[in-house]
């Protein structure tokens, strides 16, 4: 476990001058991200107060440490000028190499990762640029980073990893499959996850399982398992390890049974009548736990969440009734997202 920066290099603030900014990338999927505030590091005085505001960033993290920066590019990032587009093989290697000359000033030992989210969506040369890059001569960069939003990149999978660096993985944990992502409890998918670690494993030196709420810690933990287990460990022993661990020895077999059911159902538009029987395992489980486990947050989330699968099938996907309102309000308690200023990850609200 690493202390780590997760940052998009060619960010902005609001009042940056509008000719230092980006000129927006291709985004045909809608993922890329444009808050208005990207910058264009071929522009001169733009390049200049990245580095300013890069060196002041650092700055703050002196007391804390870092071991690892990990530069992203996009989501949001990018710059589409002829200068820096392909932006995954010109403008984005530039400027992060740059950075990570004012990083190892601050932090020498810190290790620097490339992001490659995104990358040729749509094609644009950008795996194969870097590849050509990086073959000129490197020593800036330390690991890639790669993954997606459904399966592996298949690049690094089949071509090999640029630069013949070690690489690491981003598991796509909270937001997958679901809107608003933690809006219904617990999200697990293990045998996801084993399908992608199938692919990936033996090729990995690691990975940044990103998380944005506390409904994914089933899959936090199945993530670390597996890069501290390797190949040899299954996903569906951990779900089992897990439960026994937070909820009891004595639910271990309906609890891993309805999570396989949970994941079944994860896409909301492909709920079906097993998330009853979701919900009755989880009821008989519960009759086994100790007060203490049912009052807390990691068996109510998972509770919920089979609560909330049988109703909302009951009642054809529609959010209406007072169980699932009560439902989605002690969801919002639990998250402390009363006062949450983003709908992706407040649960729903039904009046």
Same mark, same amino acid.
């Given at each position: 476990?690493?202390?780590?920066?997760?940052?998009?290099?060619?960010?902005?603030?609001?009042?940056?001058?509008?000719?230092?900014?980006?000129?927006?990338?291709?985004?045909? =999927?809608?993922?890329?991200?444009?808050?208005?505030?990207? =910058?264009?590091?071929?522009?001169?005085?733009?390049?200049?107060?990245?580095?300013?505001?890069?060196?002041?960033?650092?700055? *703050?993290?002196?007391?804390?440490?870092?071991? @690892?920066?990990?530069?992203?590019?996009?989501?949001?990032?990018?710059?589409?000028?002829?200068?820096?587009?392909?932006?995954?093989? #010109?403008?984005?290697?530039?400027?992060?190499?740059?950075?990570?000359?004012?990083?190892?000033?601050?932090?020498?030992?810190?290790?620097?990762?490339?992001?490659?989210?995104?990358?040729?969506?749509?094609?644009?040369?950008?795996?194969?640029?870097?590849?050509?890059?990086?073959?000129?001569?490197?020593?800036?960069?330390?690991?890639?980073? $790669?993954?997606?939003?459904?399966?592996?990149?298949?690049?690094?999978?089949?071509?090999?990893?640029?630069?013949?660096?070690?690489?690491?993985?981003?598991?796509?944990?909270?937001?997958?499959? +679901?809107?608003?992502?933690?809006?219904?409890?617990?999200?697990?998918?293990? $045998?996801?996850?084993?399908?992608?670690?199938?692919?990936?494993?033996?090729?990995?030196?690691?990975?940044?399982?990103?998380?944005?709420?506390?409904?994914?810690?089933?899959? #936090? @933990?199945?993530?670390?398992?597996?890069?501290?287990?390797?190949?040899?460990?299954?996903?569906?022993?951990?779900?089992?390890?897990?439960?026994?661990?937070?909820?009891?020895?004595?639910?271990?077999?309906?609890?891993?049974?309805?999570?396989?059911?949970?994941?079944?159902?994860? @896409?909301?538009?492909? =709920?079906?009548?097993? $998330?009853?029987?979701?919900?009755?395992?989880? *009821?008989?489980?519960?009759?086994?736990?100790?007060? +203490?486990?049912? #009052?807390?947050?990691?068996?109510?989330?998972?509770? =919920?969440?089979?609560?909330?699968? +049988?109703?909302?099938?009951?009642?054809?996907?529609?959010?209406?009734?007072?169980?699932?309102?009560?439902?989605?309000?002690?969801?919002?308690?639990?998250?402390?997202?009363?006062?949450?200023?983003?709908?992706?990850?407040?649960?729903?609200?039904? +009046?």
């Amino acid at each position: 476990m690493k202390v780590g920066l997760l940052q998009t290099p060619g960010q902005g603030f609001k009042f940056t001058k509008n000719e230092f900014l980006s000129t927006p990338v291709p985004d045909e =999927l809608g993922r890329r991200g444009h808050f208005g505030v990207n =910058l264009d590091p071929s522009n001169e005085g733009a390049n200049k107060l990245l580095r300013e505001n890069w060196r002041f960033m650092m700055d *703050q993290f002196k007391d804390i440490g870092l071991d @690892v920066v990990v530069h992203f590019p996009y989501d949001e990032g990018g710059c589409g000028c002829d200068k820096c587009w392909p932006w995954g093989a #010109k403008g984005f290697p530039k400027i992060c190499s740059e950075l990570t000359g004012i990083t190892k000033e601050i932090f020498p030992a810190a290790k620097t990762v490339l992001g490659t989210w995104m990358y040729d969506t749509p094609a644009a040369g950008e795996w194969d640029g870097l590849a050509n890059l990086l073959k000129k001569g490197n020593n800036w960069v330390d690991y890639i980073m $790669a993954d997606a939003h459904e399966d592996f990149p298949r690049y690094p999978l089949e071509k090999g990893v640029p630069g013949n660096l070690p690489l690491l993985n981003f598991p796509e944990i909270s937001m997958w499959g +679901q809107h608003p992502w933690g809006g219904y409890g617990l999200n697990p998918f293990p $045998a996801r996850l084993q399908r992608l670690w199938n692919q990936t494993g033996n090729k990995l030196s690691g990975g940044f399982p990103y998380s944005e709420g506390i409904y994914d810690d089933m899959n #936090k @933990v199945i993530c670390t398992q597996l890069y501290w287990g390797k190949e040899k460990v299954a996903t569906a022993d951990i779900v089992k390890e897990y439960a026994a661990y937070e909820y009891g020895p004595d639910v271990v077999n309906e609890v891993a049974r309805a999570i396989d059911i949970l994941e079944s159902n994860h @896409v909301r538009k492909q =709920l079906s009548a097993s $998330a009853i029987e979701a919900f009755r395992l989880m *009821q008989q489980a519960e009759k086994k736990i100790t007060p +203490q486990v049912a #009052k807390s947050w990691r068996w109510r989330i998972l509770y =919920l969440r089979a609560l909330i699968d +049988q109703e909302m099938y009951k009642r054809g996907g529609k959010l209406e009734g007072e169980v699932l309102k009560g439902a989605f309000n002690e969801l919002t308690d639990i998250y402390h997202a009363k006062n949450a200023h983003s709908k992706p990850i407040h649960p729903p609200v039904i +009046q």
